[in-house]
């Protein structure tokens, strides 16, 4: 998987806990997940744990608590999934 | 430093699986699931442990100038109940420091907060606006924060700013320059809550 099926994959994942449609539109790697696009905390945890199942990987502690924008969550996908 | 947060218990309800597999265990340490699972209603446990949680991050965050999430790094050591009924008291742990959280829980909401001395909590207000649009409910929010600070500077609302840093903390400003007075808000579904703290007189 590329940089940007990745990028793809992951905006299908945070499809659903946006409660900023506009900000989610101009989505870009510095997107931030509870700045930008209003995204609960609590949710936050939803979307770490539908990134494991689709990339089939596990994010621990140290690797989930850098995961604030989109460009940290794609690097931490990189880094697992290779 | 003060932080609080609120959460919607019929939003909560509706929008998030605390059931889920691996749900409680990114969120919780040991001794945390441990309350949940032993709590008289697990689901009021969840919120009431996740508000007090946020309400601590909001006031390391605002401390130590940082943000991370690491809901497990901010770890419950102690949870008690008070003579009043549904009044809770949590001592949490960073690795900075130590915050003691006070929360309430009724069948609407769930409420949490937590000050720093030198720093008390000197006047908070709650917002119920089931039908605002976000964008209604965020000018609501900022007009109560203002009223607070205008209270306490004994001043028009107009004399107060409002501005989030770049951590998403709103600083208060009056007459333009920033306060030792600090500001804490919280919104989810129907329910906000704005607090302000400062030195106390």
């Given at each position: ?82 | ?40 209603d697990?689901e009021q446990q969840?919120w009431l ?56 829980a ?96």
């Amino acid at each position: 998987m590329n940089q940007a099926e990745r990028l793809e994959a992951l905006r299908r994942i945070i499809k659903p806990y946006v409660t900023d449609e506009e900000a989610f539109g101009n989505l870009t790697e510095e997107t931030d997940f509870i700045k930008d696009l209003k995204i609960n905390s609590a949710h936050l945890v939803d979307i770490i744990l539908d990134v494991e199942d689709e990339f089939d990987i596990e994010i621990e502690d140290e690797a989930m608590e850098k995961m604030l924008t989109v460009k940290a969550a794609l690097s931490v996908i990189e880094e697992k999934a290779g | 430093m003060i932080g609080n947060d609120i959460v919607d218990v019929k939003t909560a309800c509706q929008s998030s699986n605390w059931h889920r597999p691996g749900y409680l265990g990114k969120l919780f340490t040991d001794r945390e699931q441990a309350l949940i699972h032993q709590a008289n209603d697990p689901e009021q446990q969840v919120w009431l442990l996740w508000a007090c949680k946020e309400a601590a991050y909001k006031a390391w965050s605002t401390e130590f100038h940082q943000r991370r999430y690491a809901p497990r790094s901010l770890q419950v050591v102690e949870w008690s109940s008070t003579q009043e009924a549904d009044h809770f008291q949590a001592v949490l742990h960073t690795q900075e420091r130590t915050y003691m959280v006070k929360a309430q829980a009724n069948e609407n909401f769930i409420s949490s907060s937590t000050e720093v001395a030198p720093i008390h909590i000197l006047d908070r207000q709650l917002l119920h606006t089931p039908d605002a649009l976000p964008k209604q409910r965020s000018t609501a929010i900022r007009q109560t924060a203002a009223e607070l600070a205008a209270r306490h500077f004994q001043c028009r609302p107009d004399k107060i700013n409002i501005r989030k840093n770049e951590l998403g903390r709103p600083i208060l400003y009056y007459l333009n320059e920033p306060q030792s007075a600090f500001l804490s808000w919280s919104h989810h579904g129907a329910w906000a809550e704005v607090m302000l703290g400062s030195l106390a007189h």
